[in-house]
């Protein structure tokens, strides 16, 4: 048996190139899942005949060929919550049930182009994302799905978080059940990185703003719903430390710009939402700066499916998402890291391509969305300090080169002219050197 596939793309996506380059071949080894080869093929050679008579060839000269997408912001312990609330998910469904819901999230999502996804917290399921992530590893996994990236239970401070409930007024959580970990104080902040670092996280997520004063809803509403700091600047300096003195990367909720500006000084790894920097030149100037290592994730699906469903203040905060990101891109292409993120599991999961159709309709040319959704994925989710070996997480992924992950996506269409219906039309999917999807169809196992 051999242990290489080859595959005849018609156009090939480089995301360095920014650029479709035409009839390019892919060697890509089963044995390692690792790209061996990329070169250019004559159509007209007699060549092609023969490798298409190679049983191990795969043709895909009809289809615009691009690394695997990635989602840089999921949560697949989550369902949309226009099927059932937070709320009541956190404190209804139970660990079982959230679980075997993550396991169709995960397959839905990698059969929609998506070889890897970051997932930003558990939502009160606990550790289980530590234990799905070990499922969906490896050159034989036990379920198909995504390469996938866990940041554990999240960590806020005391009273910032849900579930809360309406008797106990003073208690953390529902029915012993919590949606993070909470932590006050600069001891208790290192503490929680430390323990969810040990649990086997890739990532740290903190709640750096919220709507803390959400039980003041029925007597000010406008308070209950605004994001204040759950964290003083000494405890984000200790959690951010910490976590980069273990070589792992943290990610931060953050809306408000007091907030994102202690975030960007004190060196946060990439920041989720950040719907209010349209109100701050300097903050944007400051994600531009070079020396700025911050990688900005919109989660503008998110925003965008909560006004959709005519949810509280929904018109206005997609709004303000829609006109932030518009800022950022004024700032000019290339200037500010950006990775592809829609907090996904607010809307459906398998629906992951609605954060780079909404980025092409608010103005960004589909060559730089593309990459933000496939090597801006890989920019913002690798590794502080890059492990050598075959893991799938510390595997290059994000672009089709000699040595990197062998994650590709076959698209029907013109990306160029009808770039959000091409990204639907997902033909082919492979992860690791292993098709999931082939002629449109799911492969089984």
Not at 102 to 114: E, N, Q, S
Not at 189 to 201: D, E, L, S, Y
Not at 235 to 250: C, M, P, R, S, Y
Not at 364 to 375: K, S, Y
Request: charged fraction near 20%.
């Amino acid at each position: 048996m051999k242990m290489s596939t080859k595959i005849l793309a018609g156009q090939l996506y480089d995301p360095y190139l920014l650029q479709l380059v035409p009839h390019q071949l892919i060697t890509v080894s089963r044995k390692t899942g690792l790209v061996l080869d990329v070169c250019s093929f004559s159509p007209e050679s007699a060549s092609v005949n023969l490798i298409l008579n190679d049983p191990d060839t795969i043709d895909l000269r009809h289809l615009t060929v691009a690394p695997g997408f990635v989602d840089a912001h999921v949560h697949f312990f989550l369902h949309s919550y226009s099927e059932t609330s937070w709320a009541e998910q956190v404190t209804k469904e139970s660990l079982v049930e959230r679980t075997v819901r993550a396991t169709v999230h995960a397959r839905k999502t990698l059969l929609a182009g998506y070889t890897c996804v970051r997932d930003l917290g558990t939502e009160g399921a606990e550790d289980a994302d530590i234990a799905l992530r070990k499922c969906l590893s490896g050159p034989d996994p036990i379920i198909p799905g995504p390469r996938y990236f866990t940041a554990n239970r999240a960590i806020v401070s005391t009273g910032s978080y849900g579930p809360k409930g309406s008797i106990h007024l003073n208690k953390e959580g529902v029915d012993g059940v919590v949606g993070a970990e909470a932590a006050d104080g600069p001891a208790e902040c290192i503490r929680a990185v430390r323990k969810q670092i040990g649990a086997g996280a890739d990532w740290i997520k903190i709640y750096a703003d919220y709507p803390i004063r959400s039980r003041m809803t029925d007597v000010s509403p406008r308070l209950a719903g605004r994001s204040i700091p759950t964290f003083s600047r000494d405890e984000l300096k200790v959690l951010i430390d910490t976590a980069h003195h273990a070589g792992v990367k943290i990610a931060a909720h953050a809306k408000t710009v007091p907030v994102i500006a202690d975030l960007l000084a004190l060196g946060v790894d990439s920041l989720e939402h950040g719907n209010e920097l349209h109100t701050s030149p300097a903050a944007v100037r400051e994600l531009a700066r070079p020396a700025c290592r911050t990688v900005l994730v919109p989660t503008l699906a998110a925003y965008y499916s909560i006004a959709q469903r005519g949810g509280a203040g929904g018109d206005a905060a997609w709004e303000a998402a829609a006109q932030s990101f518009r800022t950022v891109l004024a700032e000019g292409l290339g200037r500010i890291a950006i990775a592809c993120g829609g907090d996904t599991g607010v809307f459906p999961h398998g629906e992951n391509a609605l954060e780079m159709e909404l980025m092409e309709r608010l103005g960004a040319p589909w060559a730089w969305v593309l990459r933000w959704g496939t090597l801006g994925g890989w920019e913002c989710l690798r590794a502080l300090d890059p492990d050598p070996d075959a893991g799938d997480n510390s595997m290059q992924f994000g672009c089709v080169r000699p040595g990197w992950a062998a994650d590709l996506v076959g698209l029907d269409g013109d990306l160029a002219i009808d770039f959000a219906k091409t990204l639907r039309r997902v033909e082919f999917v492979m992860k690791r050197g292993r098709v999931y999807k082939q002629n449109g169809r799911e492969v089984t196992m």
